[in-house]
């Protein structure tokens, strides 16, 4: 490995690729005050450049799992028990849930774009009430962060669909424990608002300081499992002269966000607005922020208008195929299309699911 | 007060002085020497950029960092406290009802403070109505429901007629215009500009920035936006005229939290503007915009269309006129007929009809037959478009009133 890649200051690694240094296993067997003489640096900084060479390119690091070829690697069969054991988030609509493989992903950026007024908000929105929902409902009693970009975030908008959230919850209880004493839920509307921490962010350069502060609040608060920003685009559309700088910023972004949601398990959701583009002949609709944008985010939803209805249409997954359902909005939020009686399936369906996936783990 | 002194400072989080946010004194000095001076400088670079820009160590770099992003991030309020907060700061927790029930239910009170309410509809539909009835709404005392303080009117295309605002203001609320010298006071608390150029209306709204905090003024209204920005060309070009506006009227709303209400004009549907994304097959979908006569487009866009927050469709469909709950973030779609009066605009039925498929966004303007109305002042502005019912027209000036009635 070569020292022009290390994490060192530009001066530093001038002067020990100019005193002969090149590769790291040449720091390997040097002393810190050999090292500081050498570079004509005092001996503290020698001991840090010597630290972070030794962290880089060491044989001695410590390897948290089995043994493995590549320092730092996981085996696919490792991930695999990660990917299975990974709480879905659930949309509390079932078509949509099915193409989902069960829900949001919760160790995944997924981006989510449509035009104006298609139920983007609402899906945050959704996300952000059905993260808390217990887990004797198949739900991961976690607590959401939703940074508002734009300004629609509307409390009683929360409210109403909190408040549907618990009659649905209700409803599962009196519909599956039947034979059992009935169970209150002892949950209000504003247990889950208390739960949603809200930031208002009114500049780029807001936007990026608090997905970089975001590390520092998520270790503190350990229950929050979802971090919904609305929307990731309004703040770079206009006022940028420099696209390249965009680009960066964008990329740099993407990045903190993937890191964040690996680190913690949590799903992050973007929501994108979306612009037009001439291509074929004539002029589509595509989501905006541009083509290297595209390629940031691991999941990609579009919700568009089709025929009589909205439908959400998975673009791009790595291990989900393409496939289109419809959806509603309603007073209680984002549901099925079809008939209401579906609402107490969806749930018994996750519980299902979990139950089936618990049995099998046993085995 | 103190509260939108607050929203104020907190405007400018991006200009925070890095030498102001107590950084170790080394670095916060590197950041001065290479002319970092601000959080907006300082986050527009990535983090292997400032190692080189500044000459220190990844790890030094990510401390500043994430200090200066911890300063720089505003605070966060859980979702209940941002509720209790507007329950008990403002009126009817932000919103100003329109005394139409069916439409206030709806949108949870009213029209929501903090974030704009846009109207769009065709030439005649009211507009211009729904804004006048509002405007007298929002300088009512509080009383009688209103709030009690200024209301600021831009009117861009020569619309604003005080004649009819009072005759809806005596119609809808005799009590309170039938006290001596109460229609002065209503009427001395709207002030209206008239910017006739662009560059006015934006000078226009610098100076309507400055004094919202000075004075009580609680609506804002601009009547049209699309009068003087245009927002698309065909191709939508990058960078259009209407970003600023946009941005500026949105951070207006914002930290003013009061009501902004902007209308917007229509334009017919062009080949160009496209409705599909590349993975639908154009083939298979329902075109509906076909399916509608003479369908119209909201102007200014799509980017404009993601900035309201509340979008309220006016249309005209077989001699009725409908109020759409177009967009809106805390509304089922629903529709409701409406009809206008002496008393302004009124709902025809409070229960709306629910419209679960895209024509909730579709916008319908059978544009009918020419009337010029001209009355002996100057309200020989107003054309309105009829066909099939009769409307009466009445303005009252002073002791003698001019009717006309159409058919």
Not at chain 1, 40 to 64: C, D, F
Not at chain 1, 89 to 109: N, R
Not at chain 1, 291 to 297: E, K, N, R
Request: glycine share 8%; with cysteine.
């Amino acid at each position: 490995m070569e020292v022009s890649s290390l994490p060192i200051s530009a001066s530093h690694r001038a002067k020990l690729i100019s005193a002969g240094y090149i590769s790291i296993s040449s720091l390997s067997s040097i002393s810190p005050a050999h090292l500081a003489r050498d570079l004509g640096i005092s001996e503290n900084e020698a001991t840090g450049i010597l630290k972070v060479a030794s962290q880089r390119g060491g044989p001695e690091r410590t390897i948290p799992s089995h043994h493995s070829i590549v320092d730092g690697a996981q085996t696919a069969w490792d991930m695999l028990h990660e990917e299975e054991s990974c709480r879905r988030i659930t949309t509390s609509c079932a078509d949509l849930d099915d193409i989902l493989g069960g829900g949001i992903s919760c160790k995944e950026v997924t981006e989510i774009g449509g035009v104006p007024g298609i139920g983007k908000t609402q899906l945050g929105i959704q996300l952000a009430i059905n993260v808390q929902i217990p887990l004797e409902y198949g739900g991961l009693a976690g607590k959401a962060v939703y940074i508002d970009t734009e300004g629609s975030f509307m409390v009683e908008r929360v409210q109403q669909v909190a408040e549907a959230c618990i009659k649905d919850m209700q409803e599962y209880d009196s519909f599956l424990r039947k034979d059992l004493p009935a169970r209150q839920v002892n949950l209000q509307a504003n247990d889950f608002l208390a739960n949603i921490y809200y930031f208002r962010i009114c500049s780029y350069t807001e936007q990026i300081a608090v997905i970089n502060y975001l590390e520092k609040f998520i270790s503190e608060h350990k229950d929050i499992k979802v971090v919904i920003v609305d929307s990731i685009t309004f703040h770079f559309r206009q006022d940028f002269d420099d696209m390249a700088l965009r680009t960066r910023l964008l990329g740099g972004m993407a990045l903190k966000l993937m890191k964040l949601a690996k680190k913690f398990t949590l799903a992050v959701i973007l929501l994108n607005q979306v612009t037009t583009k001439y291509s074929g002949g004539s002029f589509q609709l595509t989501l905006a922020l541009g083509d290297s944008w595209s390629h940031a985010c691991t999941n990609r939803i579009i919700l568009y208008w089709n025929g009589n209805g909205r439908y959400a249409h998975i673009d791009k997954s790595p291990s989900i195929r393409s496939a289109s359902a419809p959806y509603a909005v309603t007073g209680r939020g984002i549901r099925n299309l079809a008939s209401n009686c579906k609402r107490v399936k969806l749930i018994l369906r996750a519980r299902l699911a979990h139950d089936e996936h618990i049995c099998r783990s046993l085995i | 007060m103190r509260k939108s002194v607050n929203r104020v400072w907190r405007r400018v989080m991006a200009n925070k002085l890095i030498s102001e946010m107590g950084l170790p004194k080394s670095i916060a000095n590197i950041f001065a020497a290479r002319n970092i001076h601000t959080a907006k400088d300082a986050l527009s670079l990535t983090e292997f950029e400032l190692m080189e820009l500044l000459d220190v160590g990844l790890a030094e770099v990510t401390t500043a960092v994430s200090s200066i992003s911890e300063i720089s991030c505003p605070p966060y309020q859980t979702a209940l406290s941002l509720l209790e907060q507007r329950m008990h700061n403002e009126h009817l927790a932000g919103h100003l009802p329109t005394r139409l029930k069916g439409l206030d239910a709806a949108l949870c009170g009213g029209i929501p403070f903090g974030v704009i309410t846009e109207l769009v509809g065709p030439a005649g539909i009211g507009k211009t109505q729904f804004c006048l009835k509002l405007s007298l709404l929002a300088s009512l005392p509080s009383s009688h429901g209103g709030l009690d303080g200024h209301v600021v009117y831009v009117d861009t295309e020569s619309k604003f007629s005080s004649r009819r605002m009072i005759e809806i203001g005596v119609n809808s609320f005799p009590e309170i215009f039938q006290i001596e010298g109460m229609a002065q006071q209503m009427a001395g608390r709207i002030l209206v500009l008239q910017p006739t150029t662009p560059t006015e209306f934006s000078e226009c709204l610098q100076k309507i920035k400055d004094s919202l905090l000075q004075h009580h003024v609680k609506l804002l209204v601009i009547d049209s936006m699309a009068a003087l920005v245009s927002g698309d060309g065909q191709g939508q070009c990058r960078q259009h005229p209407l970003g600023w506006h946009m941005t500026f009227i949105k951070s207006l709303a914002e930290f003013s939290r009061i009501p902004v209400v902007v209308t917007n004009q229509v334009r017919s549907h062009s080949g160009d503007d496209p409705f599909h994304y590349s993975f639908q097959d154009s083939r298979q979908n329902l075109d509906f915009p076909t399916t509608f006569d003479s369908h119209l487009v909201a102007a200014l866009g799509i980017p404009w269309a993601h900035a309201v927050s509340i979008r309220l469709v006016l249309e005209s469909k077989s001699g009725q006129r409908f109020i759409k709950v177009a967009k809106s973030s805390m509304s089922p779609p629903v529709a409701f007929t409406f009809a206008i009066s002496a008393s302004g605009i009124s709902l025809l039925h409070d229960d709306g009809i629910e419209m679960t498929g895209p024509e909730i966004n579709a916008i319908c303007g059978q544009v009918l037959k020419h009337f010029n109305v001209a009355s002996s002042i100057n309200d020989a502005h107003n054309i309105k478009y009829f066909r099939d019912f009769e409307v009466t027209v009445v303005y009252s000036i002073k002791n003698w009133s001019f009717r006309v009635v159409c058919g």
